[in-house]
């Protein structure tokens, strides 16, 4: 993933530098195998080759990651998606990366959508007042859940449940909401999630 910002890197650099590439982002690659060839003044290849390869190189290593957790998820019916948590001035490219690698995008910012987090539930005093219009809501237990489902919320989010804590709200909200769960998802114990019953796993690990 980043084969277009990889070459951008030095054609903004001099407009005259050949960029061809032997493979297309979301493409398998292996050790050793040639990826593309840049041609061009010598004095621009070494000025730009540094940030070239740090974008080719984490974007690629974002999308390996999410592919491999996303393939952990294959037949279940769950969406993997990425956070907010991204690297300063990068989130367009680190949230590129994710779908190439077969996830799919959260918000990108707190524009996109509204969350009802702990602190906005407190300072609106209570689930209830909170959910005034179409709305995702993270919930920590299961008197929050239900709640959040009596409110009429729209997604609601399980947030660093336990596994029975997760099946329970599952079984409380009853599809009268769409599931998320997040909390320290990595591809490492996402497997434990697959028969929870969720709609949406969130890993904030694929950033």
Known sequence: AGLDVFARVFTLLDPATEVEFFCKDGDAVKNGEKLGV????????????????NYLQRMSGIATYTHEVASLLEGTGITLLDTRKTSPN??????????????????????????????????????????????????????QTREAVEAGADIIMLDNMSDADMRAAVQLIAGRAQTECSGNVTKENIARLKDIGVDFVSSGALT
Do not use: M, Q
């Open 38 to 53: 840049v041609n061009g003044d010598i004095r621009v290849l070494l000025s730009g080759e540094r940030v070239a390869l």
């Open 90 to 143: 990068n989130r367009v490219f680190e949230k590129y990366a994710v779908r190439v690698g077969g996830g799919c995008n959260h918000r990108t910012g707190l524009s996109d959508g509204v969350l009802l987090k702990d602190n906005h539930i407190g300072a609106a005093g209570g689930v209830a007042r909170a959910v005034v219009r179409k709305i995702e809501i993270e919930v920590e237990n299961l008197d």
